[in-house]
C-alpha cells in the first residue's frame, strides 16, 4: 500500500486549500480512511475519518470547516478545508486501515499565515 498527499501550502488566514491522497490501489473504497495533522510541538491528532459504512467523524476543532470524501474509482481520499485559521498549520498526513494494519502517506504541511 503506497499513498501519496499533496496539496499543502501557505494559505491566508480564511482561506481554503484541497488535500489530496492518492492510494496505489483500490484501498479507499471498503476500508478505514483518516486524515491526521501534527503541529510543531504537538502530538498528532486525528482530524477528520470516514469508516467503510459511510460514517464520518470530524474533531471539534474542524467541524463545519473541513470536509473529507473519497472518489472509489479514481483511489483518492481528500480533505476540503475552509476558513483556515493559523491554528491549523500542521503537516497533514493520510492514514488507510487495510488488511488490519495502519498505512500512512507523507505528510503535506499547511501554513496559515498571513
Known amino acids: 500500500v503506497q499513498l501519496q498527499a499533496s496539496g499543502g501550502g501557505l494559505v491566508q488566514p480564511e482561506g481554503s486549500l484541497k488535500l489530496s491522497c492518492a492510494a496505489s490501489g483500490r484501498f479507499f473504497s471498503m476500508n478505514y480512511v483518516a486524515w491526521y495533522r501534527q503541529a510543531p510541538g504537538k502530538q498528532r491528532e486525528l482530524v477528520a475519518s470516514?469508516?467503510?459504512?459511510?460514517?464520518?467523524y470530524y474533531s471539534d476543532s474542524v467541524k463545519g470547516r473541513f470536509t473529507i470524501s473519497r472518489d472509489k474509482v479514481k483511489n483518492m481520499l481528500y480533505l476540503q478545508m475552509h476558513s483556515l485559521r493559523p491554528e491549523d498549520t500542521a503537516v497533514y498526513s493520510c492514514?488507510?486501515?487495510?488488511?488490519?494494519?495502519?498505512?500512512w502517506g507523507q505528510g503535506t504541511l499547511v501554513t496559515v499565515s498571513s
Open positions: 492514514k488507510v486501515i487495510y488488511r488490519g494494519n495502519d498505512w
Open positions: 470516514m469508516a467503510p459504512s459511510g460514517t464520518i
